[in-house]
């Protein structure tokens, strides 16, 4: 139950990606029928991706190595674009770790940028937004949802700010494309980052949504492909792939949502009814309907992975041990959670083939598993050492 | 992952020798070791922790390595030892290994205070 990590390839995803290894090898810039093939199937896959997301022209889909890809060229296109003076960035302190640090560099580069602060359900406050876009912000960047803790944002209200502030908008939908039904026209969004192996497509593949007339610095440079704003040979089999994923997450999208919900919930009640000192991260209502982050107070996040781990449940924790730097999630820090708090936490992110009978037996064995732990904790007070 | 599955000696002891922490929950890793001491040899230990699957391993396995011996050749377990003894931790868990260590001196030193030695 760890999607967020990584997920399986849907079977008729790969069924469509396979001629374009062999028989359809060609590349799309050929002037020869094998190349226009292979430039078939890559416009065809742009349409579908363009489709799934509510962009009306095919075109302003271009392709890339993945969301953080997408990041990159978005945040670092569009600050250093061209004509444009302003020098502010506003963004939310529960980005994606790429955002954060694209920032960074963009820090070094001499762009000012804000962090907006989130409230303890990890939303952001519109007012605050108000207050810190004026017209010296060049662009905008927020994330549709925040796949750690699942709050959605209010991003048609947040673009519309930034619109009326002459900025751009950024949104990271990384976490969102194909469980929300996102429409980027409606939603005032100028840019989207969106990847195809968080939609059941191969790794190593994404795509960034460019509002006609946003003009963008490339920052991959070479034979002009995707406009001349992403270089280098298409990735054909992996483009297929991931239109056809669009494809199925648009047919799917509402029923699989649905049915994410239900299994959900049933674990969210489960977990927090029966588990004492157990608490839910992230908004109530707003939120993916895969997600279910909590955290249980006394234990500690990386020795509740290992202990479902070793039960085959997979899992994951925004605690510092379970982190290459051995700090605490930023994201559970920015919802106000104590240090000790963001240490015992767990997420389960489900997908498409979590079953309710993996939901039961989470149920079952999750309460031991706790008390096991609480047993051995120091900080475990005395009504609760059973 | 034996000691994380089975850890050993789990728990307090009711009317300990010695006590010693190390860590805080801030940092994500805590332990408690409790000593009872007999003709200065640790006749009894016990431990709690709050931490990741190495600072459970570690903590368990820095108690096995202490049980019985002399409180001179206690003292002189280290980190490095309980490391060895589970079959190496990787270097971003060597942290851990420290507070197992620390711990059990903490606990031979409360012990000694207590008793003026």
Known sequence: MDYQAGSPVDPRVIEAMTPYFGTAFGNPSSTHSLGQEAKTAVEDARSKVASLIGATRKEDVIFTSGGTESNNLALIGAATRSKEKRNKIVTSAIEHISILNICKYLTKLGFNVKHIPVDSQGMIDTATIEDSISNDTNLVSIMYANGEIGTMEPIAEIGRIAHDHGALFHVDAVAAVGKLPINVERENIDLLSLSSNDIYGPKGVGALYIRQGTQLRPIILGGGQERGLRSGTENVPGIVGMGKAAEIAAQEMEQESTRLTEIRDKLRKGVLDNIPHSYLNGHPTARLPNNLSVRFSYIEGESLVLSLDMEGIAVSSGSACSSKTLEPSHVLRAIGLRHEEAHGSLLFSMGKWNTEEEVNRILELLPEVVRRLRRMSPLTPKELQV | ?117
């Open chain 2, 1 to 117: 992952m034996d000691h994380f599955r089975n850890p050993r000696n789990v728990g307090e002891i009711q009317d300990p020798d010695g006590v010693g922490t190390v860590g805080n929950p801030v940092c994500g890793d805590m332990m408690t070791i409790y000593i009872k001491v007999k003709d200065d040899k640790i006749a009894d230990i016990k431990f709690k922790t709050f931490g990741c699957g190495a600072a459970v391993a570690t903590s368990s396995m820095v108690t096995e390595l202490a049980r019985g011996k002399r409180l001179e050749e206690a003292e002189k377990i280290t980190r490095a030892d309980v490391a060895d003894e589970l079959g190496g931790l990787p270097p971003i868990k060597m942290h851990c290994s420290n507070l197992a260590a620390d711990a059990l001196h903490s606990a031979i030193e409360d012990y000694r205070k207590k008793k003026g030695k």
